[in-house]
């Protein structure tokens, strides 16, 4: 088991650089010059060049990489020649001349709202959608499984800027039921957390509860078909102790994959809902260092939101190895 | 009072009918059978005679929110159709136990065999987790699983499937039932083991004095271990008797063709396997008339070609033996020797 953790731990970090690499390259090509961003609006050409040699752009890709990735460990200074370096220290993800801000330290400020926005959506789409999920198998074909059915496929197919743009509309402005959100810590206000955060849980569980239901019911319903539930009555236990003991047993564990993923997946940033309720998330920073061409702000978005899905890949595998004893970790 | 008179276990007129997306199914169809404690029954049949369905509605396996169960199922006088959902299932594991076909896939792969075996005794006697440890591993050595100390804490995956057939027996024993369906319990094992597990099922019955029901499509293994039979046809049972009456004196077309379609290692053969043609009917499209009508090659001997149109009842033809068919008592006299002297080698 150690053994098998060390070699994963070891083939994860390569694939981080594998991946980095691939990014990183893929950055260098696009027609967008980070130098430009560094030059003002009275640019010449010479500046240009001079802040050009300056960042070491105009080093080829793979050395311009190796700074980066020495930057990672022991920090970076750009430009250091020059009468006013930058300093960017140890994690340094690289710096954006756009925002005149490490990376790191833009993307660590955004991290807290995307975590509390992935993390309470994510409560709440297990609980509805397990919960929804089982019920339906259990009353398959009658109209309860039907309805649940119905109300998973409309979740599942309105597209949450929509009902989150509807539901702006109706709670906040018309209703005034909440007011306008506006971010802020739960340790600092937890009452104006809550209200801003109800709004945009609701929103992202409905999309990812709606998937859930669909495949808990699918998964009870293979597994309520299953021998060894047959067995189970066939002792004598009672219905409640066939679906809770040995249904749901089997049942739940590929959802934990499912769902180690998808929440992964979710703390690289909710880039619609933080958008559409602008939460000061990591998302919606994305989106930004999009429309500004910021390329190493894009870069180190994208190196963090791979390694939370590389971690929890890891994680899921390994916990699938101590819901089922069959999964050897070898 | 008529409770002493019925035998231990007595099914009357069971039927199940299913509904499906083509209408109604008659699963099973007005079948009667009586066992009493220490006796084997056998049912025998090919897939889709209703075999497994008759065992599972005599256990209460089938949803009767979805289906239909009908008939009487007297065990030890009470009737278990009758009986509400949460009565049947206090008889389930405790009066009466089922083995099934595939041991693999019957034990679930995510808990030790241990705890499988004592959830079994837990949930119908009030003792302690620690006395129903103590009742598994006994149960366990019985059924002969070796150093079964370690053997409890295994899971399924890490047994082989003669063991977990042994841990089967002994979940489904481990109560002491009086009745035990054994539902093709050897189908999925190798042959060198599978005469281990009927040997287990015959020692364990006869310490127990259990009745037996067992549901099997090899003819093998009724010879040995079977005092009476049934033949199931197209969920009806279309010839029953002693296990003798059923090899020697065989009545009904199909019972017939059962035979001759199994190798015998006992008699020298001349001829090849005479598979019987065609396939089992679809229970959704039964024929009107007998069922075996469409394979059976001697319907044209009735001359009133009632075989086509009327269904034949069940008649019962001296000592408890019964079948259903058209043809009259001497043309099945010259037909079955014909047969049994063709098996036996080729011409009396």
Known sequence: ?330 | MMRAARPFLAVEGLSVEFPTEDGRVQAVDGVSFSVERGKTLAIVGESGSGKSVTAQAIMGLIDRRLSVVSGRAWLEGRDLVAMSDDEVRHERGSSMAMIFQDPMSSLHPFYRIGAQLSEAVLVHQKVSKQEAREQVLEMLNRVGIPDPKTRIDDYPHQLSGGMRQRVMIAMALINSPALLIADEPTTALDVTVQSQILELIGTLQQEYDTAVVMITHDLGIVADIADHVAVMYGGRIVESGTVDEIFYEPQMPYTLGLLSSVPRLDQVRAERLDPIPGNPPSPISLPPGCVFQPRCAYSDRVTSHACETVRPELVDIGGGHTMRCHLDADQRGQIASDVLSALAGGGA
């Open chain 1, 1 to 330: 088991m150690s053994a098998y953790v060390v070699r994963r731990i070891l083939s994860m970090v390569l694939l981080l650089v594998l991946l980095s690499l691939v990014v990183f390259i893929l950055f260098s090509l696009l027609p967008a010059d980070p130098a430009r961003l560094t030059c003002g609006k009275g640019c010449t050409p010479s500046v240009l060049e001079a802040n050009r040699i300056k960042l070491g752009l105009d080093l080829p890709v793979i050395q311009q990489y190796w700074e980066f990735v020495k930057g990672l460990f022991v920090g970076r200074t750009y430009a250091a020649n020059s009468p006013d370096p930058v300093q960017c220290s140890a994690p340094c993800l690289g710096y954006s001349f756009k925002r005149g801000e490490e990376v790191f330290v833009l993307i660590k400020d955004r991290l807290p709202a995307t975590i509390w926005l992935a993390f309470g959506a994510f409560v709440l789409w297990l609980a509805a959608g397990i919960s929804l999920g089982i019920y339906s198998a259990l009353r398959r074909g009658r109209w309860q499984d039907r309805s649940v059915m119905g109300f998973a496929l409309v979740g599942y197919s309105l597209p949450s800027f929509f009902i989150g743009l509807v539901a702006i509309f109706f709670i906040i402005i018309r209703w005034q039921l909440l007011p306008f959100p506006s971010y802020i810590s739960p340790f600092e206000n937890p009452v104006q957390f809550l209200q801003t955060m109800i709004l945009p849980w609701i929103i992202l569980a409905t999309l990812y509860a709606a998937f859930y239901m669909r495949l808990t019911r699918n998964q009870m319903l293979e597994v309520l078909g299953d021998d060894y539930i047959r067995t189970a009555r066939a002792k004598g236990l009672p219905e409640r102790t066939v679906i809770r003991k040995h249904a749901l047993r089997a049942g739940l564990t590929p959802i934990v994959t499912a769902a180690g993923l998808d929440l992964a997946g979710l703390l690289g940033g909710a880039i619609i809902t933080e958008s559409i309720f602008s939460l000061p998330g990591v998302g919606s920073l994305a989106v930004n260092s999009v429309n500004d061409a910021d390329l190493p702000l894009i870069v180190g978005i994208t190196l963090v939101a791979a390694t939370f899905i590389i971690i929890a890949n890891l994680i899921v595998d390994l916990l699938y190895a101590v819901i089922d004893p069959r999964v050897r970790l070898t």
